[in-house]
């Protein structure tokens, strides 16, 4: 439906130049020359220079032209000056609109560059999840505050270590391209450490001391670490996140609190005890949903905040993306507008069966955030 309406609405654009001009034309006719309508003619020109390219305004420049010339004759207005006033007034808009055409045209050139860079810097900030991972299902969600942004503040990533599936979702504070660049250190101290550390503390250690290195003043990011390990429950540590919503098999909803809080990635120095993990009970059927505070503090009209315990049900379609899009759709229409706060959701199903726990881990290629 929308696009049907988008494309009703590039057609009617198209054909504005010439139904303006034949509007001018028949109402000058009708009125006769005592009412001035022939320099309106140039109107004609004027829109197709705001809308199309430099090559249709010319054509549409010289139609102008020609009904000018045919209804100044008609008119009889060459026998004076109010003709040839008209004539230059087309031929002057007209030379207007190709020059505003070739403009906008060299802009876009500039705005589709620049739009190019920004899937690639995206390709490399926030890559595709994998679909799989071990016994996991995965699928993802990004949804910017920043129109036509891809990218932002929020960040994810799954990685497939030696010591289990890693997961981070975490929320960059402020916004910007220096949250962006945030994002990226977290991203890359992530991607490296997941591997090398063999549990979850010392895994944020090795991203708060990266974290540290690179912000100033009292910025910070928040985070949330998952590991799922076969055969295991998944260990969650918690630095200053939203707690992760579990939809178990049976449809009920939990949102399981560490025992206590770690400070966010970016005030370590301040906290005089180390995090500690949790752990929570995650078996074949079971979904966890992990997600930014864009997703919880999103407000409708009436200033009320998205229940997402509420809308859990939207998460049991048998396709992971599918079931992520839904959900991702209903938190749009209850913001009723843009949002206010980029939100990021990951989705992790524990699809696998008894027989497939034992299994080696390993990542399939995964879908893009949308």
Not at 140 to 166: F, K, M, N, Q, W
Not at 223 to 246: C, K, T
């Amino acid at each position: 439906m929308t696009m049907a309406k988008s494309a009703a609405g590039v057609s009617v654009l198209f054909w504005m130049p010439v139904a303006v001009m034949a509007v001018v034309a028949a109402a000058d006719v009708v009125a006769g020359p005592g009412i001035g309508f022939l320099p309106l003619v140039s109107l004609g020109p004027a829109f197709s220079g705001l809308l199309g390219g430099w090559r249709r305004t010319a054509l549409i420049g010289v139609v102008a032209l020609l009904v000018c010339v045919g209804l100044g004759l008609y008119d009889g207005l060459f026998v004076e000056r109010r003709g040839f006033t008209a004539m230059a007034s087309v031929a002057g808009v007209t030379g207007a609109g190709i020059a505003a055409a070739v403009m906008r045209s060299h802009r876009e050139e500039e705005l589709a560059g620049v739009k190019s860079i920004a899937e690639v810097a995206q390709r490399v900030l926030l890559r595709p999840v994998p679909r799989t991972a071990g016994p996991l299902q995965a699928a993802v969600s990004y949804t910017s505050a920043v129109a036509e942004a891809r990218i932002g503040g929020d960040l994810y990533e799954v990685v497939a270590s030696p010591h289990g599936i890693r997961v981070i979702v975490g929320d960059v504070q402020g916004k910007g391209l220096a949250a962006v660049e945030t994002a990226a250190v977290v991203l890359g101290a992530f991607r490296e450490a997941a591997y090398d550390e063999p549990d979850l503390v010392g895994l944020g250690e090795r991203l708060e001391r990266s974290v540290a290195r690179e912000l100033r003043g009292e910025k910070f990011v928040t985070a949330v670490l998952a590991q799922f390990a076969p055969g295991q429950d998944v260990v969650l540590l918690n630095h200053g996140h939203p707690a992760p919503m579990v939809v178990r098999e049976d449809g009920t909803v939990d949102f399981p609190q560490p025992p206590s809080y770690a400070l966010p990635l970016g005030l370590g120095a301040h906290d005089s005890e180390a995090p500690e993990p949790y752990r929570v009970g995650f078996g074949p059927g079971d979904q966890l949903l992990l997600y930014t505070d864009g997703v919880t503090e999103a407000r409708d009209a009436r200033g009320s905040f998205y229940p997402l315990g509420e809308r859990a049900a939207l998460l049991e379609g048998p396709d992971a993306q599918r079931a992520l899009e839904a959900l991702r759709e209903d938190l749009v229409r209850h913001a009723a507008g843009p949002l206010q706060d980029d939100a990021a959701m990951l989705l992790l199903r524990y699809r696998g069966r008894p027989e497939e726990e034992s299994a080696p881990l390993a990542c399939e290629a995964g879908t893009s955030p949308r």
